[in-house]
């Protein structure tokens, strides 16, 4: 059975840091691109960043360019979103997704506040 | 980058109904078209894949159709299991999500 499972959301001060993570299991997750997508709160859907299977390219949202950093360690089955510079708009439930295969996961919310 | 603008942004439909949900692409983007449905605190799940084809496990009631910048979902007969949030995605150059779809019931 394919599953993902995100961690590491939590509540944050804006210009705060956190580093997301999305274990992966069931499916032989070095061979796959990977993606994180957010959701705001009672908000849409928003592609934030992608990640090819080698790591050998990455894209980002210009809603994110320069602030988060997507990674992968393929021996560890595990994907991370490190997030810098938060703003208060980065509020939102955090998925990691294969959207090849429709594989979500359940997603972790992170709410940056004062 | 691509937009996608997704129309209605919600509708209210009777159980049986017909409903139509239109996604249009700033620029051609082929088929490179999905459909996912969303229900309140889930994840999304697919429906239709390259503009026109049945997600396995996804009743035939949902339908894709278009190419290029024009794109629509069909729900030929609504059940109640239905009414959710309805998102397109292309993927044709990075990602876009279209606005979304809520359909509430009538």
């Known amino acids: 059975e394919v599953q993902l499972v995100e961690s590491g959301g939590g509540l944050v001060q804006p210009g705060g840091s956190l580093r997301l993570s999305c274990a992966a299991s069931?499916?032989?997750?070095?061979?796959?691109?990977m993606n994180w997508v957010r959701q705001a709160p009672g908000k849409g859907l928003e592609w934030v960043s992608y990640?090819?299977?080698?790591?050998?390219?990455?894209y980002y949202a210009d809603s994110v360019k320069g602030r988060f950093t997507i990674s992968r360690d393929n021996a560890k089955n595990s994907l991370y979103l490190q997030m810098n510079t938060l703003r208060v708009e980065d509020t939102a439930v955090y998925y990691c997704?294969?959207?090849?295969?429709?594989?979500w996961g359940q997603g972790t919310l992170l709410t940056v506040s004062s | 980058d691509i937009q996608m603008t997704q129309s209605p942004s919600s509708l209210s439909a009777s159980v049986g109904d017909r409903v139509t949900i239109t996604c249009r692409a700033s620029?051609?983007?082929?088929?490179?078209l999905c459909w996912y449905q969303q229900k309140p605190g889930k994840a999304p799940k697919r429906l239709i894949y390259?503009?026109?084809s049945l997600q396995s496990g996804v009743p035939s009631r949902f339908s894709g159709s278009g190419s290029g910048t024009e794109f629509t979902l069909t729900i030929s007969s609504l059940q109640p299991e239905d009414f959710a949030t309805y998102y397109c995605?292309?993927?044709?150059?990075?990602?876009?999500f279209g606005q979304g779809t809520k359909v509430e019931i009538k």
């Open positions: 995605l292309q993927h044709n150059t990075y990602w876009t």
């Open positions: 069931g499916f032989t997750f070095s061979s796959y691109e």
């Open positions: 990640i090819s299977s080698s790591s050998s390219t990455i």
């Open positions: 620029q051609g983007i082929r088929n490179d």
């Open positions: 997704a294969l959207l090849r295969f429709d594989y």
């Open positions: 390259d503009a026109s």
